[in-house]
């Protein structure tokens, strides 16, 4: 049991590591999306020459890039009870990271018999925080039309299993470990450092579980929403409003695209040809009986 706890967790620490190189690869060395005809409403694109008028630097794009992460400002003016939930797990969640963070450095770098009760307070509000959130969303998903409409059933099963490892989280520090601060951290400490072998290959069921818990969200998360949503900002920050102007970038990119090859007919589209040719040519004319 606990070589096949340890196997999975580092080849589930491995796997993450590889797909998420992978996959940021894969998004930056991706054609250039021509979006403009995404756009509506009140589009920067829509402004004449727009190019011409001074835009947002990349600190100031980030800086809205952050605040929309850190508070989900869409759904806040969207959707304002939604966003209860929403923030509130998202909030525990960020708090879980940064415990989890301290907990490893402080593991290390802190000696375990001088560890306050406090650590043990900010990891329990973290994990409550998200908890709560978690039922919320759920049972927002669950009772709201408009939301269940557009949701997968298969994602209902994801924000069960998150509050499942949450509640692992809970289980393994209140429980196994008592609350108690300085067992957490020898117990950490022993893990990190590697110097007790025997937790490794003889975990206790509830730290043991909590672990196959995490080891399974670092399997799923290179394909999850998470990525998608650092895909999206990745893009704004670095291509959104920004001019296709002579010698820069995206005019390079941009001929490099027009330059491929067609690999499909239409009507107006004869195959053989460049984008550029099929691009800079008149359709012809619809013929008699067309319409």
């Known amino acids: 049991m606990g070589l096949l706890v340890l196997s999975f967790f580092y080849g589930s620490i491995l796997f993450f590591l590889i797909c998420s190189v992978l996959r ?31 835009h947002d630097t990349f ?30 797990f998202h909030a525990g969640l960020y708090l879980l990271i940064l415990w989890h963070l301290w ?8 000696e375990a018999e001088t560890a ?26 669950l009772t709201d039309e408009e ?18 490892t949450l509640m692992g989280g809970f289980l393994a520090v209140d429980f196994h470990f008592h609350s108690s601060m300085p067992e957490l951290l020898k117990y950490v400490r022993d893990q990190v450092t590697f110097q007790n072998w025997e937790h490794k290959f ?3 069921p509830l730290p043991a579980l909590h672990v196959l818990f995490a080891s399974m969200w670092l399997i799923y998360l290179p394909f999850g ?32 695209l027009l330059d491929r090859p067609l690999h499909w007919s239409a009507p107006h589209i004869q195959p053989g040809k460049r984008w550029k040719e099929a691009a800079s040519e008149t359709p012809p004319a619809p013929g008699p009986g067309t319409k």
């Open 24 to 54: 940021g690869r894969k998004a930056v060395l991706a054609p250039l999306h021509l979006h403009w005809e995404l756009y509506s409403g009140s589009s920067v694109y829509e402004q004449t020459d727009w190019w011409k008028k001074t």
């Open 147 to 164: 939301l269940r409409v557009y949701y997968p059933k298969v994602h209902y099963l994801k924000w069960a299993f998150i509050l499942l």
């Open 225 to 256: 929403h998470v990525f998608e949503l650092f895909f999206r900002f990745y893009h704004h920050l670095r291509w959104d409003d920004v001019p296709n102007q002579r010698g820069s970038v995206i005019e390079k990119r941009v001929k490099e």
């Open 202 to 204: 003889h975990p206790a």
């Open 59 to 88: 600190g100031k794009k980030l800086i809205g890039v952050a605040l929309d992460i850190l508070f989900l400002r869409e759904f806040y003016r969207r959707n304002r009870k939604f966003w209860y939930a929403l923030f509130c």
């Open 103 to 110: 907990l490893f450095v402080s593991a290390v770098f802190v």
């Open 116 to 141: 306050s009760s406090f650590g043990w307070v900010g990891g329990t509000f973290s994990t409550a925080l998200a908890f709560v959130g978690g039922v919320g969303i759920l049972f927002k998903r």
